[in-house]
């Protein structure tokens, strides 16, 4: 673990426990009624997140001098020259499911990151697409390993991370094997090692980091 992910470990473990909670929401048939509750929940969680990342930034010995939050977004590999047909196919794919819509997650920007910009590749560092939603979706979380998988691939972030707070591994593992089995983009297998998969099931729980190549035994 570097000194990047060692940061997201410290942000994490930093969040207090009201920014794990829950107010009451409804649900019919496993499917989410009160989305708004859901997305405020996540918004509050990464904005504590992103405070206490800063005050790490500030104290640390890393060079985060002229880096800014930019955004460009992934659908140029899709629909440009030279598209990249595993990511259109995948992009078209999870587009078909009810419980997303991709072109409105296309459009927005990732939960988290640091750069210096689009033009300077040699200091992308950090990408972050975290969950939140304990009950989220399958598609939502399809969607999250697509971008962060694109943003490893096609950005060359050294570091990217799927941020599971609040939610259960073992069920998003499982759906993570249904999107390797279903043929969905990987990108390039050595890019794998460089993402991390960075759990804390509850404010209370013990902090897992685990690459996401261990995962998919690549």
Same mark, same amino acid.
């Given at each position: 673990?570097?000194?990047?992910?060692?940061?997201?470990?410290?942000?994490?473990?930093?969040?207090?426990?009201?920014?794990? +909670?829950?107010?009451?929401?409804?649900?019919?048939?496993?499917?989410?009624?009160?989305?708004?509750?859901?997305?405020?929940?996540?918004?509050?969680?990464?904005?504590?997140?992103?405070?206490?990342? !800063?005050?790490?930034?500030?104290?640390?010995?890393?060079?985060?001098? +002229?880096?800014?939050?930019?955004?460009?977004?992934?659908?140029?590999?899709?629909? /440009?020259? @030279?598209?990249?047909?595993?990511?259109?196919?995948?992009?078209? /794919?999870?587009?078909?499911?009810?419980?997303?819509?991709?072109?409105?997650?296309?459009?927005?920007?990732?939960?988290?990151?640091?750069?210096?910009?689009?033009?300077?590749?040699?200091?992308?560092?950090?990408?972050?697409?975290?969950?939140? @939603?304990?009950?989220?979706?399958? +598609?939502?979380?399809?969607?999250?390993?697509?971008?962060?998988?694109?943003?490893? @691939?096609?950005?060359?972030?050294?570091?990217?991370?799927?941020?599971?707070?609040?939610?259960?591994?073992?069920?998003?593992?499982?759906?993570?094997?249904?999107?390797?089995? +279903?043929?969905?983009?990987?990108? /390039?297998?050595?890019?794998?090692?460089?993402?991390?998969?960075?759990?804390?099931?509850? !404010?209370? !729980? !013990?902090?897992?980091?685990?690459?996401?190549?261990?995962?998919? @035994?690549?």
């Amino acid at each position: 673990m570097n000194e990047v992910i060692s940061h997201v470990v410290q942000a994490l473990d930093a969040v207090d426990e009201r920014f794990y +909670g829950l107010d009451d929401i409804a649900f019919t048939n496993d499917t989410l009624i009160d989305t708004d509750t859901i997305r405020k929940l996540e918004r509050r969680f990464m904005i504590e997140f992103s405070l206490q990342y !800063a005050a790490i930034m500030d104290k640390s010995d890393i060079d985060y001098d +002229g880096v800014e939050y930019d955004f460009e977004v992934p659908k140029k590999f899709m629909w /440009c020259e @030279n598209p990249d047909l595993e990511i259109r196919q995948t992009f078209e /794919c999870l587009n078909n499911r009810r419980d997303v819509d991709m072109l409105v997650y296309f459009e927005t920007q990732p939960d988290f990151l640091v750069h210096a910009s689009q033009q300077n590749m040699n200091d992308q560092r950090l990408i972050i697409e975290a969950k939140v @939603n304990p009950r989220a979706p399958k +598609g939502q979380v399809y969607k999250d390993i697509f971008h962060t998988l694109i943003y490893a @691939n096609k950005y060359s972030y050294r570091n990217s991370v799927l941020l599971l707070a609040n939610t259960e591994l073992s069920r998003w593992l499982q759906w993570l094997s249904d999107y390797r089995d +279903g043929g969905l983009y990987l990108g /390039c297998s050595e890019r794998l090692r460089d993402i991390y998969v960075i759990s804390k099931q509850s !404010a209370q !729980a !013990a902090t897992e980091i685990v690459t996401l190549a261990n995962y998919l @035994n690549a």
